[in-house]
């Protein structure tokens, strides 16, 4: 498996992002609270005020102090109050990442305050410093894990970690964010915040850029001793609901961006001085790419080769111990290991193209769902990167071989329209990725049916198209293979609960060349049912909604809190049932009726035409946005409902005496087209079988031929009625009784 792109964007954030926290010496402080604590706890508004969050942080506050050589010292003071049980459990321990590379840790201390007022503090042996959680990641990234002791309901907690940078980064440069929100690691809870201030302490008349995101605190300035102090502060911060499918949570937070680099030049300077010395074309390297690229006979394929290679080839494994994670290895190296992270593989990939005169850079990115980078400050506060190729008078490509699913030359759906600094060495370069278009990312379901006997043989065949094919690769990759053909299986009873599974098929899940494909072979049986006289098909959406999407299970509509996010990507959903009758004497005597909704927010459309004697039911989904706002979620869940409620069809078969009567109509239709009682009579024929259409058609034809014909005119408005074109229809009938025609 190539990787697992959350931990790997976990490790890549925390090495790129200036808010790291360091290695941990576990020392702790006897006595009571803080006295700002005690001032909060007075001071604070009723706990009535909160509702149900369960926990409130009364006080979140960073404070940073940047040295002249760029070295700096932040503290984090936290105090909070318990307000139920599942928030006792939940705040019961603190973890906080840090890269132990870069800097050294005190944790102050962490205590408890009692509703009896009885103070405990935290146990030296209640603190440690863990590895993170990962699979084949070796790296500098630790977690301060900490137990906040006696937590129970009404209880105050406090604690403080001091954080010693004795490493910069970037040489005399510093950069930190700063979130007002708490975060607990590991647990899907944001709770409401009282007050939170980050306070900026820099030497007088050093210059530094910053910003606020989702907040409009601008910080008070305090001049003292040669050095400025700013301090942005917001009150009274909403928890944010944890929701499901709601928008990534980084976009929501309150956060502030400081940053001493004086441009993204400084930015490109430091990182073209970590990729430059490493992308350097070997002897093996060369041959290597010479060898790969031998059968090519394009630039494309050049690239192609050289993408499936390092894709298939080279494993995902984060081996960054005492390197900070920000360094990739040398092309040689990587060569010989087989194996690298996000950095490591890029510069592997630009080294062999420099092999056969490709020209191509790293770039920067904040992959899907991680917050877009803040271009107007400074700071690389990336966590991935991938490969940007310019190609003068054709597409620039975007590649990313770290995707074990991606095809060539698309980008996985996480890079996609999304933000990338481009490291060129010329002062770098913001370019927005590639995005897919509609009808690049689909998700079909098609039946074809076949009578045997008192059997109809079945095979449904699932296929997933760009993102949506690289969605359920992941997904299924992930899964033991009993589970995959349980999830295939369970589509079946979606389709019909009495089918008979008979065989499972899936395509190559390693091959990233081969789109997602599922077979699925099943029987019906209807034993007993002769002599048979008519047959019928039914089904509805709900087989491709539940597969590919999430939406025949939507949350109820009642006190959403967040947007709902439908997908991440542009998709469209299809589905096909090509409905063969049980035998050739066989016709179509019930068609299904065509439907059409289309609103601001979905699109839903069905159609069967005839194929021969066979008959083929399409469906077909487009949600037109991909994040509903929370205001109109309930019509979004109406337009579902609604969507549900038009797929149903039913198509029946009946013996062949319907059809000849139909070709003998025709027959007369085509031997005397002006005849308006042959046209009457044919479309009388197709509006018994749901053909609305062509009776509209033949009707209006004969009612030029004979306007003064009533009855015409009656079933002319019954199609009209028929395609939803109701006023039209009403004036006809409204015609049919002045002519007096009474059905």
Known sequence: MKKLRNIVYLVAILFFLGIALPLVDARVEAGNLTSEADQLIREAPSISNYGDTGAVVLLKEGRMTAGKNAVHRTTIHVVGKILD??????????????????????????????????????????????????????????????????LEVESVFEYQVTIKNRLPRIENRWYQGFRFNHLLFGISRIDPVYKSRFILKVPERKK?????????????????????????????????????????????????????????????EWA???????????????????????????????????????????????????????????????????????????????????????????????????????????????????????????DDLWLDTTSGVTEFPYLHWTDQDRWAFVINGKGGNFLKTPSSKLGDNQGIIRIHSKFKDETLNCKMTVEGKGAMSDHMKSIMKSLPAF????????????????????????????????????????????????????????????????????????????????????????????????????????????????????????????????????????????SKQNRIRKEKYRAFCQSIQETLKKSQWQLVFKRSMIDRKGEELEAKVGKRPQDA????????????????????????????IAPENGEIHYFLGLALGYLDQYDEGKKKFEKAKELGYEP
């Open 208 to 268: 530094f850029a910053y910003r606020v995101n989702n907040t409009e605190a601008s910080p008070t300035i305090k001049k003292e001793g040669g050095f400025v102090t700013y301090t942005w502060e917001v009150e009274n911060l909403p928890a944010i609901p944890i929701e499901g499918n709601m928008p990534p949570v980084a976009e929501m937070h309150p956060i502030v961006w400081v940053s001493s680099l004086k441009g993204w030049k400084e930015v490109d």
């Open 483 to 622: 589970q995959q053909e349980q999830i295939i299986s369970g589509l079946v009873k979606t389709i019909d609960p009495n089918a008979q599974v008979r065989a499972i098929d899936f395509s190559d899940l390693d091959n990233p060349r081969l789109p997602f494909n599922a077979t699925a072979h099943f029987e019906l049986e209807f034993i007993g049912m002769e002599p048979m006289t008519s047959f019928s098909y039914s089904s509805n959406a709900l087989p491709m909604l539940s597969f590919f999407t999430e939406l025949n299970n939507l949350p109820s509509p009642e006190n959403r809190k967040n947007d709902y996010v439908v997908s991440p990507f542009k998709f469209k959903l299809v589905q096909e049932w090509f409905c063969s009758p049980p035998t050739k004497d066989f016709g179509v005597s019930i068609m299904p009726r065509e439907e059409l909704l289309d609103t601001d927010l979905v699109l839903f459309r069905t159609k069967y035409p005839e194929e021969g004697k066979s008959l083929r039911a399409r469906s077909e989904f487009v």
């Open 272 to 394: 073209t001085g970590l990729f430059s010395p490493k992308i350097a074309v070997t002897r093996e390297v060369k041959a290597k790419a010479k060898h790969i690229t031998r059968e090519a006979k394009t630039e494309k394929e050049k690239i192609q080769d050289i993408f499936y290679y390092i894709q298939s080839t080279i494993e995902y494994v984060a081996a960054d111990l005492l390197r900070g994670g920000q360094r990739p290895h040398p092309a040689n190296e990587i060569l010989k290991n087989q194996y690298g992270d996000c950095k490591d593989q890029v510069v592997l990939f630009l080294s062999m193209l420099k092999a056969i005169g490709i020209r191509g850079y790293p770039a920067f990115i904040n992959p899907y769902p991680i917050a877009e980078v803040n271009r107007e400050v400074p700071l690389p506060n990336f966590s991935h990167v991938i490969v940007y190729i310019p190609r003068k008078g054709r």
């Open 85 to 150: 049980e599942k928030a006792a459990s939940d705040y019961g321990e603190i973890s906080r990442y840090f890269n132990s590379y870069y800097d050294d840790a005190t944790l102050d201390f962490a205590r408890t305050l009692k509703k009896d007022g009885k103070v405990i503090e935290v146990s030296k042996d209640a603190t440690q410093v863990k590895t993170p959680p990962g699979v084949r990641t070796y790296t500098d990234l630790r977690l301060l894990t900490f137990s906040l002791p006696a």
């Open 677 to 704: 009682i042959a046209l009457l009579n044919l479309a009388k024929h197709h509006l018994t079988r749901g053909k609305y259409k062509e009776a509209k058609e033949l009707l209006e034809k004969a009612v030029i």
